[in-house]
């Protein structure tokens, strides 16, 4: 299982107001361990007034760039982004683990083909990774992206998309749309079911597009998902991930919720077998044990705490992340499952 390794702050570049660009420096012998594929996170551990804090955030370099960069928007409460925004500087160390994450975009340099992308808001970090290493490592192929914000000042990475533009001309076709405000040759509103007619039947009517990545709030998601398949677009070529998701339903049966199982947990090959509520989370229960099993968002937005069952089952009450088959073979968010047999043993080393 990966562990947090401490990296240094190279730059931080201003994005807005309220965003930045963190770029870290990786040591030699950490060179390969921070290798990443476009479209990756990274998960940060630090300490802001004598608590822990775990984050994940999106790589936006391109894998060939020799950068390992992430952005961090502040968000109203967030204690990290908040802190990262105003506190972190050049020099500044951060326990760091290496890149994760399913939302992935395999470049191959001799395909020819069309990747269109919808982001909205800070939804551009993952989305940008993956059309700057398109465009640099695919030289015959093209990219779309329908990036959705308020307006051009809270705009992340605005210049950078301009200047890719100017690079790459054709092969990079830039739709922006600003929610309060109009700009010339920009759409007003925001990303909704005529944006995705507007693509797919007006804009790009016959163009073959391979596959689409989805990035942003998860009603936005929802939207331009249901518009694809609607049109035609199976549900294997879309990609997405969250970076907001909706209170977790809660499927776990009142009758389960007062039984006790026991759970056997083995992270690092050490096992820690003892006995837990069917009511708990297979995290919280391993976490209040004091084991030191992998997690960050504990949403279900992330996949940092995944693990596998190996004996028994459990019922996840929220799943974002992961494909009927990985769950068919037993694995299952840590943070979002219940137990729903009398003994089971969930494996953190096995995924």
Do not use: W
Request: with cysteine; glycine share 6%.
């Amino acid at each position: 299982m990966s562990r947090y390794h401490t990296l240094k702050i190279s730059a931080i570049d201003r994005l807005t107001d309220a965003a930045i660009k963190i770029t870290f420096e990786v040591p030699g012998n950490l060179k390969e361990t921070f290798l990443f594929k476009a479209g990756q996170y990274l998960s940060l551990k630090t300490n802001i007034d004598g608590n822990e804090i775990r984050r994940d955030y999106s790589i936006c370099s391109s894998v060939n760039s020799g950068d390992l960069s992430i952005a961090v928007k502040a968000v109203k409460d967030g204690t990290f982004s908040n802190y990262a925004n105003q506190k972190l500087s050049v020099g500044s160390a951060i326990e760091v683990m290496p890149p994760q994450g399913r939302f992935i975009f395999e470049h191959h340099p001799d395909k020819t083909r069309t990747i269109a992308a919808f982001a909205a808001g800070s939804g551009i970090t993952p989305i940008l990774s993956i059309g700057k290493t398109l465009l640099e490592e695919e030289p015959f192929s093209n990219f779309i992206l329908v990036y959705g914000n308020k307006s051009a000042k809270d705009t992340m990475f605005l210049n950078e998309l301009i200047k890719l533009k100017d690079t790459y001309g054709n092969r990079f076709h830039l739709h922006q749309i600003y929610s309060q405000e109009r700009e010339p040759d920009c759409l007003f509103g925001r990303i909704e079911k005529s944006t995705v007619n507007l693509i797919v039947k007006n804009k790009y009517q016959g163009v073959n597009i391979e596959g689409f990545y989805l990035c942003g709030p998860e009603a936005m998601i929802n939207t331009v998902k249901d518009v694809l398949v609607e049109n035609g677009v199976r549900n294997q070529q879309i990609k997405f991930e969250l970076f907001t998701a909706s209170t977790p339903i809660d499927n776990v049966t009142q009758a389960a919720s007062s039984e006790e199982t026991t759970i056997k947990v083995i992270v690092d090959e050490e096992e820690t077998e003892f006995v837990m509520q069917k009511s708990q989370t297979i995290l919280e229960a391993a976490l209040k044990k004091d084991i030191d099993a992998p997690y960050s968002c504990q949403g279900g937005i992330c996949s940092s705490c995944v693990g596998r069952i190996t004996e028994g089952s459990a019922t996840m009450k929220q799943n974002n992340i992961l494909t009927d088959s990985e769950v068919a073979e037993g694995l299952v968010l840590t943070c979002q499952a219940c137990p729903t047999s009398d003994y089971i043993v969930v494996d953190y080393d096995d995924v």
